[in-house]
């Protein structure tokens, strides 16, 4: 039971080079979102998705695209990154019902140099 | 703008209960949740309030005050295993159950 999958674990970029986080879910969740975790600030929304084919904004969308063109995948692109963007990020799914608790992935800690 | 506050820190002894308080103000409200993060890994949901009152699950208890903007979680019989970072997250609208999260509170539990 895989639940929520992300990759990967853990990287480092040099300012200016873009990435794809991947987030993969195995449970058919209608629901997708990617957050951010700096320390004291708690989790921040980056992007979220309602389904296949719609993404949104969140909170802190700026220096990040986003894609569902499936019901399992959400990847995170950083167009080029910057220490600004040094975090831990974590993707989550939950269910259409209202008040579904969110299943997050282990996480993918960046370091942009 | 939204704003959840909760303590930085706090610091218990093992086998006594402590509260974790959380305090809101949103521009919108459909429930508030729980969830508990170790150290390096992911949030876990631990629960979920929408109406009034405590809900009880096993050594874990949560409250809400939707009137006074508050909330709290209740842990009893605290284990070392309970040292973590507790979360409180209001889900501002259903579109999504998109959430907004406090800051955590940091809780060392102590032998």
């Known amino acids: 039971n895989a639940g929520v999958t992300q990759t990967p674990k853990f990287q480092v970029l040099k300012t200016g080079q873009s990435m794809t986080l991947q987030c993969a879910q195995d449970?058919?969740?209608?629901?997708m979102s990617w957050y951010r975790q700096d320390p004291g600030m708690g989790l921040r929304l980056i992007h979220y998705?309602?389904?296949?084919?719609?993404?949104d904004q969140g909170e802190v969308p700026n220096g990040y695209n986003v894609s569902r063109s499936t019901t399992e995948d959400f990847p995170l692109r950083l167009l080029s990154a910057a220490p600004s963007q040094t975090s831990v990020y974590f993707c989550?799914?939950?269910?259409?019902?209202?008040?579904?608790?969110?299943?997050f992935g282990q996480g993918t800690r960046l370091t942009v140099v | 703008g939204q704003n959840i506050d909760q303590p930085t820190e706090m610091t218990a002894t093992e086998g006594a209960i402590v509260q974790i308080n959380c305090t809101y103000q949103t521009s919108g409200f459909n429930g508030l949740f729980w969830y508990q993060q170790h150290a390096g890994e992911a949030p876990t949901f631990l629960s979920y309030?929408?109406?009034?009152g405590l809900e009880e699950k096993g050594r874990f208890s949560s409250f809400l005050s939707r009137s006074k903007g508050y909330s709290y979680l209740l842990l009893k019989e605290l284990q070392m295993k309970d040292s973590a970072s507790y979360l409180c997250a209001v889900l501002l609208n259903n579109a999504g159950n998109m959430l907004t999260f406090g800051g955590g509170t940091r809780l060392m539990v102590k032998p």
């Open positions: 989550a799914s939950s269910e259409v019902m209202s008040g579904s608790e969110a299943f």
């Open positions: 309030n929408v109406l009034d």
């Open positions: 998705s309602v389904g296949a084919g719609i993404t």
């Open positions: 449970m058919n969740h209608e629901y």
